[in-house]
């Protein structure tokens, strides 16, 4: 008896040692920051390795009787662990490739090339487990040896992260060419033309319709992964994830190690790691962010505005104010520092809760009078969710807004961000459209079927109610991250059919591309666009304020929708290398884990993570 659990034992730590090699180097391969080799690279290994042996244990535990029966059947057990750890390892190849694919944007070329051949030595690991002729050749297991030792030595030749930009910054420039235009971002989450055009032929997005008939339109591709942070970063920035550092919605922290996982591997289990306490996810804010945005670039010496855009907590110091995304996802603490992180000047915090005491935010009853027919089915969970979850916060960003303009002139650069789009997309979709997912309960229909379509609806009257507030000389850039699209193949049938319920049915995954809307002084009415890209923002922007596009941006400028006179203006004129020497300081944040946790947990309601 004891020689068999010490026989369980050591194969569950043998493993786990294997499967904890291929999953370090995915891990060093996905974050080029990451020290390796060391102790840090030492510790995360034998942490994998841990995790692996108490999770190989349970599975072989629960697996056991099948395991028996194999035995018994076969006249000749052919080493039911090694064929498990080559299935294992095989699993571990297409892991390598999932995350090849799913982060082509956030990790360099070089880097996702190197994925792909830690793939191709996971598979051979594999073949050396799982055919007879070649362990027979490898003699005493020492082929299975090669791949490990192949994978461990890939993350050395990870491309670097690109350096500070300082040295070649003229950290005291303003705009080359400052021809006093104001420009005025709106963003918008998962808008797209599918569900813009027929509510614009019914003349039910007056608002919107008003910017197109002066301005001009068009679609805007969207980058892999869809991921709400990396995207409105790249459109601040101008670049790739790679460039501007923010990669997803959490980092990923372990005891004794002392350097966070910016991107996670995925497909291989391993964010269970925290159920163990082996780690803890934690969620990356705008000081983690490695590249200029335009409000860095602008706010040094132009008046600028930023409300509610991704990654803007801690506040950067503009010269204006800036309400950073916590205020509207989490709402602000009223002990002690007050707003602490939360608003530039820490002051705004207090007005705008003023502002709140004065005039309450809607409430759930509203919310429900404005969204949802009467009769038919109800999910309450899903009408106290659009309620709290895309209703309030919306509301409480277009309040912010409009108090800011009636009460502080216009600055040069505004730029607001409204979420609550996204999400309502996520979950409604399949009432709006039930033809496109099939057995749809028709009393849910009844009472849900045009909560989207009324959610667009309120979408144009907020950007109405902040756009009577400037003149038609502000240049208008109206912008969304992506679309959104009905789940396709399986996922749709596990999600429709398996499991019903206030599930999402509608995602962006495949990369359905947003919209795009500029008007104003300095754009051509009715220009076409052409191949327009969230990376064009940042870029764009910043040459109707006066500043040339930098020679590291990964977008460009988009020429064909400018006014000649404007494009004139910074021709000729020496574009500088970066811009990233003048990222602002920010505000110091609160430091309490409880913040935190409420911004994680909105992101778990939202369902951007589990």
Sequence with gaps: MTRTVVRFCARCCGAGLTLAVPALALALLLNPGFPHPGRHALVLWLLFALFYTLLWALASTIFLPLGLLIRRHREKADHPPRVSLALALLYTAGAFVFNAVHNRTTVAPPGTLLIMVGAVLCLLAALTHLLPAVRQKAGKRGLAVVPLVLLLLLPLFRPALPGSAAAVNAAGAGPVVDSGRKVFV????????AEVDPLLERGLLPNLQRLVDRGCRGTLETLVPTESPLLWASMATGKLPAGHGIRFFLRADFPGVGVPLYLFPQKLFLGRMEMLKLMR???????????????????????VGVVNWWQTYPAARVNGYMVTDHVSF??????????????????????????????????????????????????????????????????????????????????????????????????????????????????????YGLVLERYYRYTDELIGSVLQRVDEQTVVV??????????????????????????????????????????????????????????????????????????????????????????????????????????????????????????RQHLEDLGYIE
């Design 186 to 193: 709106i963003g918008i989450d998962s808008a797209s033309w």
């Design 281 to 303: 996810f934690s969620t990356i804010d705008g000081s983690e962010m490695t590249a200029a945005a335009f409000w860095d670039v602008a706010g040094r010496h132009l008046p």
């Design 330 to 447: 989490v709402g602000l603490r009223h002990d002690p520092p007050w707003g602490s992180g939360l608003t530039h000047p820490p002051g705004l915090a207090r007005r705008i809760s003023e502002w709140e005491a004065r005039e309450p935010l809607p409430g759930a009853e509203e919310a429900r009078a404005r969204f949802f027919d009467h009769g038919g089915a109800r999910i309450e969970e899903l009408e106290e969710y659009i309620h709290w979850r895309c209703f309030e916060p919306d509301e409480k960003t277009a309040r912010i807004v409009r108090r800011l303009l009636d009460e502080e002139p216009l600055p040069r650069l505004l730029a607001v961000y409204w979420n609550g789009l996204d999400p309502v997309g996520h979950f409604f979709m399949r009432f709006a459209h039930p033809e496109r997912f099939g057995a749809v309960d028709s009393s849910l229909v009844t009472r």
């Design 478 to 599: 109206l912008v969304s991250d992506h679309g959104m699209e009905p789940y396709r193949g399986v996922k749709r049938l596990y999600n429709t059919y398996l499991m019903g319920g206030p599930l999402m049915t509608a995602a962006h995954r495949d990369a359905p591309p947003g919209i795009v809307v500029l008007a104003g002084a300095g754009i051509r009415p009715g220009a076409r666009l052409e191949r327009a890209s969230v990376l064009d923002i940042g870029p764009t922007v910043l040459a109707l304020l006066g500043y040339p596009p930098a020679l590291d941006f990964d977008g460009r400028v988009l020429e064909e929708v400018l006014e000649p006179a404007v494009v004139r203006e910074l021709a000729g004129v020496a574009r500088p290398a970066s811009y990233d020497g003048l990222i602002l300081p920010r505000s110091a944040g609160s430091g309490d884990p409880a913040d935190d946790d409420a911004f």
